[in-house]
């Protein structure tokens, strides 16, 4: 006997104020943001480090990680938008979806990995205490794919498929992403969004969990994160039947993350045990800086 009914997707992912379209998928990102803002601030000054360092990192990495998610999108999805009946215009909006981590993580890791150099502190310290927040931040964002009936599975019946509605715009032309819901049923799907929401929360608690417990530091816990990520997205991605650019027979993700995998265990038994002492995550001694710098992170 079904137990449960199938997942549907919400009627709309797009409201008008007026002029102004309000739309899910930025909201999501938004809110995903500030979640990892307000975590990544919090373990940092913990570990005894300046928070102005957080807003500053903030500042360069966030709209270094939406350049740099919106160029591996369009770069590995260039069909959707640059062929005979595309417009290339469409890629500039970000807000339509399509933001790839492995870009917007490249960008904003080289972003930061200057402004640090620059600032003549060390990024270790900072990119452990960024993990765990980044991965709950990209959790929200797959809330955003929901809204926008993108990134789903293969047609199933299991009893958690995904309803994908058909939507049609105020002229009842079909339009995915901006119309809203006829109430028919185009296929139920695997929920892949869903899956790596919960597989990204899963692995935002073993982080925390991992950091207290074998007193991880000098970028070993990012490293994890890559690799805690990167396995959950290989199984994800196999699961997906959206258009992908394909390497081999193999969707260009699923390379990605086999590759990243490997280097980032490679990374995690190769840096320094043990964590940084106050003195090194904060070497100038900036003022502000935690007086619990010796703190276990939270």
């Given at each position: 006997?079904q137990?449960?009914?199938?997942?549907?997707?919400?009627?709309?992912?797009?409201?008008?104020?007026?002029?102004?379209?309000?739309?899910?998928?930025?909201?999501?990102?938004?809110?995903?943001?500030?979640?990892?803002?307000?975590?990544?601030?919090?373990?940092?000054?913990?570990?005894?480090?300046?928070?102005?360092?957080?807003?500053?990192?903030?500042?360069?990495?966030?709209?270094?990680?939406?350049?740099?998610?919106?160029?591996?999108?369009?770069?590995?999805?260039?069909?959707?938008?640059?062929?005979?009946?595309?417009?290339?215009?469409?890629?500039?909006?970000?807000?339509?979806?399509?933001?790839?981590?492995?870009?917007?993580?490249?960008?904003?890791?080289?972003?930061?990995?200057?402004?640090?150099?620059?600032?003549?502190?060390?990024?270790a310290?900072?990119?452990?205490?960024?993990?765990?927040?980044?991965?709950?931040?990209?959790?929200?964002?797959?809330?955003?794919?929901?809204?926008?009936?993108?990134?789903?599975?293969?047609?199933?019946?299991?009893?958690?498929?995904?309803?994908?509605?058909?939507?049609?715009?105020?002229?009842?032309?079909?339009?995915?992403?901006?119309?809203?819901?006829?109430?028919?049923?185009m296929?139920?799907?695997?929920?892949?969004?869903l899956?790596?929401?919960v597989?990204?929360?899963?692995?935002?608690?073993?982080?925390?969990?991992?950091?207290?417990?074998?007193?991880?530091?000098?970028?070993?816990?990012?490293?994890?994160y890559?690799?805690?990520?990167?396995?959950?997205r290989?199984?994800?991605?196999?699961?997906?039947?959206?258009?992908?650019?394909?390497?081999?027979?193999?969707?260009?993700?699923?390379?990605?993350?086999?590759?990243?995998?490997?280097?980032?265990?490679?990374?995690f038994?190769?840096?320094?045990?043990?964590?940084?002492?106050?003195?090194?995550v904060?070497?100038?001694?900036?003022?502000?800086?935690?007086?619990?710098a010796?703190?276990?992170?939270?």
């Amino acid at each position: 006997m079904q137990i449960l009914a199938n997942i549907p997707s919400p009627p709309q992912g797009v409201w008008h104020l007026g002029p102004i379209p309000l739309r899910a998928y930025a909201f999501c990102i938004i809110a995903g943001i500030l979640v990892a803002m307000w975590m990544t601030h919090r373990r940092y000054v913990a570990r005894g480090g300046n928070p102005d360092v957080v807003w500053d990192a903030a500042i360069v990495i966030i709209p270094a990680g939406i350049i740099g998610g919106r160029l591996y999108h369009v770069i590995t999805d260039h069909e959707k938008y640059f062929c005979a009946d595309c417009n290339p215009v469409d890629a500039l909006k970000v807000t339509n979806g399509g933001l790839g981590i492995w870009g917007a993580v490249a960008l904003g890791v080289f972003a930061i990995w200057v402004m640090f150099k620059v600032k003549k502190v060390p990024m270790a310290p900072f990119a452990d205490a960024v993990a765990p927040g980044l991965i709950l931040a990209q959790a929200i964002g797959r809330l955003g794919n929901w809204f926008n009936q993108e990134l789903y599975g293969r047609p199933t019946d299991v009893p958690w498929a995904l309803d994908i509605f058909y939507r049609v715009n105020e002229a009842g032309e079909y339009a995915p992403v901006s119309g809203h819901s006829t109430g028919e049923v185009m296929t139920s799907v695997h929920p892949t969004f869903l899956y790596e929401l919960v597989w990204n929360v899963l692995v935002c608690l073993f982080l925390l969990w991992a950091q207290k417990a074998w007193k991880l530091g000098h970028g070993r816990l990012f490293a994890l994160y890559v690799a805690g990520y990167t396995l959950g997205r290989f199984f994800v991605e196999n699961m997906r039947a959206d258009e992908a650019t394909l390497v081999f027979g193999l969707r260009i993700n699923v390379i990605v993350s086999v590759v990243l995998f490997v280097v980032a265990l490679i990374v995690f038994f190769r840096l320094p045990r043990g964590q940084e002492s106050p003195e090194e995550v904060n070497p100038r001694g900036d003022e502000g800086a935690s007086s619990r710098a010796s703190a276990e992170s939270h």
